[in-house]
């Protein structure tokens, strides 16, 4: 028996298949537009993710993610080496700075995850 592609039946659902999976622990690293879309989904899916800091060198995108995501004054800084200084806390991080500033925290070899 075949299944229409994009179907329930041909495509189950990862739960369906009884995979399970803890929340997904993020940092992002560039609150604008980007960031602020992508962290966007942490929070309509709570179970799955959730950001618990932020690097944002503007301090009214700062402020507004900070105060969505009820994040502690210490883990919102304008610079995402002072988030690294502070030693691994999150599972992964999301690198959403304009594309030409990506390199730097991509690359570092401390504890950001």
């Not at 942490?42 to 179970?47: G, V």
């Not at 210490?74 to 690198?95: H, M, N, P, Q, Y």
Request: hydrophobic share 40%.
């Amino acid at each position: 028996m075949t299944h229409p592609v994009g179907s329930a039946a041909a495509n189950p659902s990862e739960e369906s298949l009884g995979f399970q999976h803890a929340a997904c622990v993020l940092i992002v690293v560039g609150a604008g537009d980007r960031g602020a879309k992508h962290a966007k989904w942490a929070l309509a899916h709570p179970d799955r993710a959730h950001v618990v800091g932020v690097a944002e060198p503007r301090e009214v995108h700062r402020a507004r993610f900070g105060r969505d995501h009820a994040l502690p004054p210490e883990r919102t800084t304008s610079d995402w080496r002072d988030l690294a200084a502070l030693g691994k806390f999150a599972d992964a991080v999301l690198i959403c700075t304009p594309d030409r500033l990506h390199v730097e925290p991509a690359t570092y070899p401390g504890p950001l995850p």
